[in-house]
């Protein structure tokens, strides 16, 4: 029996936790009190493609003094990483830690921080460039979960949302050839829900899948 299959039973529990706790309880400061906004629902064709503005020179400056940070031993199936680019010394130093793994499939689960739409979990299906690269989404990976009733279509919800885009760089910087499956998530999931979403997380599993949850941490705590 395979590593993954040997985990393929408990992913799906570790995925349901990190929606719970990572995006809630820690980020909830951010959301707990956001309003639903009713957006319309915008599904875009395939082969469509979102451009990510982001700070070139940050970006750069936090890729650059990352490259002292020791790389994993051990490949790893799970990071928490924050999605703001004040933090972007943070994220820089997470992803150099698995560069060296083999990654063609990256979830990214973030917040809905502004509630927008009215799904409870939001995903879509174009294409994000950055810095003129493109990095592609794993429509097949989106069109499961969607099959099964754990995800909504909605793109004009998902490319307003930092939470997924900060991140986009970084994945196509570490990993080129990576596909990503955005995860965009209300604060009004319930445990129900979670676990439902993380039990199909866990049909992805792949020994080349990393899972991304992609929160806020604190927006208040001193430096030290």
């Known amino acids: 029996m395979s590593c993954v299959e040997k985990n393929r039973n408990s992913i799906w529990t570790y995925a349901a936790l990190l929606v719970l706790v990572g995006l809630f309880l820690v980020g909830g400061g951010c959301m707990a009190n956001a309003p639903v ?38 490949p790893a199936h799970g990071l928490v990483v924050p999605h703001h680019e004040l933090a972007s010394d943070v994220i820089a130093r997470a992803f150099k830690t698995v ?6 499939r990256v979830i990214v689960i973030g917040p809905n921080h502004e509630e927008r739409g009215t799904a409870k979990v939001i995903s879509g299906i174009v294409d994000w460039t950055v810095n003129g690269q493109r990095v592609e989404t794993d429509r097949n990976a989106v069109g499961q979960l969607q099959r099964a009733n754990v995800v909504t279509l909605d793109e004009s919800v998902l490319v307003q949302e930092h939470a997924i885009g900060t991140l986009t760089p970084y994945i196509a910087h570490t990993w080129s050839d990576a596909q990503v499956v955005p995860l965009v998530v209300s604060a009004r999931l319930d445990l129900e829900g ?13 020994e080349d899948m990393l899972l991304i949850a992609s929160i806020d941490f604190s927006h208040y705590l001193p430096l030290e």
């Open 99 to 104: 560069e060296d793994q083999q990654v063609q």
């Open 194 to 206: 979670a676990l439902a979403l993380g039990q199909e997380l866990s049909g992805l599993l792949e």
């Open 37 to 74: 906004v009713e957006d319309s629902v915008t599904t875009w064709s395939e082969g469509v493609q979102v451009t990510w503005s982001f700070q070139e020179g940050r970006f750069w400056d936090s890729i650059e003094r990352a490259q002292e940070t020791e790389v994993a031993n051990e």
